[in-house]
Nanobody
Framework: QVQLAESGGGLVQAGESLRLSCAAS????????MGWFRHFPGKEREVVAA????????FYPDSVKGRFTISRDNAEHTAYLQMNNLTPEDTAIYYC????????????????????WGQGTQVTVSS
C-alpha cells in the first residue's frame, strides 16, 4: 500500500522559513516524479514545486521561484520543500504527491498527472 506522509508544517511569521518533508512508503521498486502542491479554499490545487525521479530536473511557478526549493533523497524515499521568505499569501494546506507514470527525467507539473497524494500539512504565515 502506497502512503505519502507530510511533516514540517506550522505557524511562522512573515520572512521566516519552513522545511516540509514527504516520506513515501510502498514505492520501493518503482521510479516516480514528486511534487508539492498547495490548496487555497475555493481554488484548485496549484503546484509549487516538482522534481524528476533523477532529481536533475525541477519546476517552480513564478509565485515561488527563488524562494522555494524542492529536493529528494531516493535512498530514504523522501522529498523536501524548503520554503524561505514566507509571506501570508503562502498560507495554505500543502500536499506532496507522486507520479509513478513519469519517466526518470520527467517533471510532472499538473495535479492530474499524479496518482498518489499525502494528507496535507497546514502552513500558516502571520504578518
Amino acid at each position: 500500500q502506497v502512503q505519502l506522509a507530510e511533516s514540517g508544517g506550522g505557524l511562522v511569521q512573515a520572512g521566516e522559513s519552513l522545511r516540509l518533508s514527504c516520506a513515501a512508503s510502498g514505492l520501493t521498486y518503482v521510479s516516480y516524479a514528486m511534487g508539492w502542491f498547495r490548496h487555497f479554499p475555493g481554488k484548485e490545487r496549484e503546484v509549487v514545486a516538482a522534481i524528476s525521479w533523477s532529481g536533475s530536473n525541477t519546476f517552480y511557478p513564478d509565485s515561488v521561484k527563488g524562494r522555494f526549493t524542492i529536493s529528494r533523497d531516493n535512498a530514504e524515499h523522501t522529498a523536501y520543500l524548503q520554503m524561505n521568505n514566507l509571506t501570508p499569501e503562502d498560507t495554505a494546506i500543502y500536499y506532496c504527491a507522486a507520479d509513478t507514470g513519469a519517466l526518470e527525467e520527467e517533471v510532472s507539473r499538473t495535479w492530474d498527472e499524479y496518482n498518489y497524494w499525502g494528507q496535507g500539512t497546514q502552513v500558516t504565515v502571520s504578518s
